[in-house]
């Protein structure tokens, strides 16, 4: 089949590339007091404390292997054009500038020259200018002519700060990077997990930067997510992967459920519906991800549900020895009421003692409520029985 000549796959790759890299660099070894940042002055910035760029990287990503990045070719010559066009990155002692790819770049040119072995800024920079005299591609021809009509003193000191950074890893290794400069932090065990947890709050940040919803970021800023994140893999705790949004469900389609009947029963009103559906398929999808991420084993949860009901069990116990005889409809659902409140907040509860966020304890009472395990209305078993029987007619 014929290649899509439309397709914008390589484009779309080469932000997401950007992105990543952003990431890359922030596991790299470094001052803390620096500002990382995305698409501001460059692609990749680096600033001190009073905002002035330190470094500005060029990040270039293509598809394929074999292609090497040549003195002539277009994406160096539109490298050039944005320095050009920045008249602070003119002048010698400005920011260094990067220009970071996946391609090779042959020895006996000029980029080869401008990486940090074996620098001849001198040789590079006439390499650079006999390229622009020399090449007759109508792409870079404006660039060129450009280059060429910049002084030759300010010539020089652009080249003097421009490092190659060649031959990086592709999109789809920038993973297995950050897990390499990150080696000695992760959790023997759960690399994978926690990788894909640190990646995950990256994409988060990235999209913060992107919208200018923050400053930057700096070293520190990641390493103190990943403390957080050792303390949420310890054996104490659990990582959270399935967010708050990940699990909407519509209202409707829920109102048959034995555990909605149970919650209607004692009059807990559509908002706590809405919230139970939530946190039950939240519950369900986190118990799914640590499953599958060999963070928890069947036995524990089972356990787990098991001391839930035997809790249960008890304050069910408790509150019907607390009903009279001839407690009333409106009694009975204002006990029923109170239990489920304790429910909701019993922290005995937790699947492990380090876990901040109850949302997996109200999912699974959901679930056991559901599967007519447990119960908050004082005759809940009666009333499930006669539903059942309804259902059966």
Not at 248 to 253: G, K, P
Not at 313 to 318: P, R, T
């Amino acid at each position: 089949m014929a290649a899509n000549q439309h397709s914008a796959a390589g484009q779309a790759l080469g932000y997401v590339y950007q992105v990543g890299w952003g990431l890359l660099e922030l596991a790299r070894p470094g001052p803390d007091e620096h500002w990382l940042r995305l698409e501001t002055v460059d692609d990749v910035s680096w600033h001190d404390d009073a905002g002035d760029a330190i470094s500005l990287l060029q990040i270039k990503h293509h598809l394929g292997a074999g292609s090497s990045l040549a003195d002539m070719h277009v994406d160096v010559w539109r490298t050039v054009q944005i320095w050009l066009d920045d008249p602070s990155l003119l002048q010698a002692g400005g920011p260094l500038l990067c220009l970071v790819t996946t391609q090779s770049v042959p020895a006996d040119g000029a980029l080869a020259r401008l990486n940090h072995s074996g620098r001849d800024v001198g040789r590079a920079l006439q390499l650079l200018n006999e390229a622009a005299e020399e090449s007759t591609n109508k792409q870079t021809e404006a660039t060129r002519a450009a280059w060429l009509a910049t002084p030759s003193g300010v010539r020089e000191a652009i080249t003097e700060r421009v490092y190659v950074i060649a031959d990086q890893a592709p999109a789809q290794n920038l993973r297995d990077e950050v897990r390499s400069l990150l080696s000695n932090a992760l959790p023997v065990g759960r690399e994978d997990a926690f990788i894909e947890a640190l990646t995950g709050w990256w994409w988060r940040v990235g999209i913060d930067l992107l919208r200018g919803n923050r400053r930057g970021i700096r070293r520190i800023d990641l390493r103190l997510k990943i403390d957080d994140l050792r303390d949420q893999f310890s054996s104490r705790s659990l990582p959270i992967t399935v967010g708050r949004d990940a699990q909407e469900r519509s209202l409707d389609d829920h109102r048959d459920r034995v555990f909605a009947h149970q919650l209607d029963w004692i009059g807990a009103g559509e908002d706590l519906l809405v919230a139970a559906i939530r946190d039950y398929y939240r519950a369900y999808a986190q118990a799914q991800a640590w499953v599958e991420g060999a963070m928890v084993e069947l036995s524990e949860l089972s356990e787990y549900e098991h001391r839930v009901v035997e809790e249960w069990e008890m304050q069910f116990g408790l509150m019907k020895a607390s009903l009279g005889e001839d407690a009333s409809e409106g009694d009975l659902r204002q006990a029923g009421m109170r239990l489920f409140g304790k429910a909701m907040n019993q922290s005995p509860a937790l699947l492990r003692p380090g876990m901040t966020d109850a949302f997996f304890s109200r999912g699974t009472h959901h679930r056991l409520a559901d599967e007519r395990r447990m119960g908050w209305h004082p005759e809940f078993a009666q009333r499930l029985e006669a539903l059942l029987q309804s259902r059966a007619s």
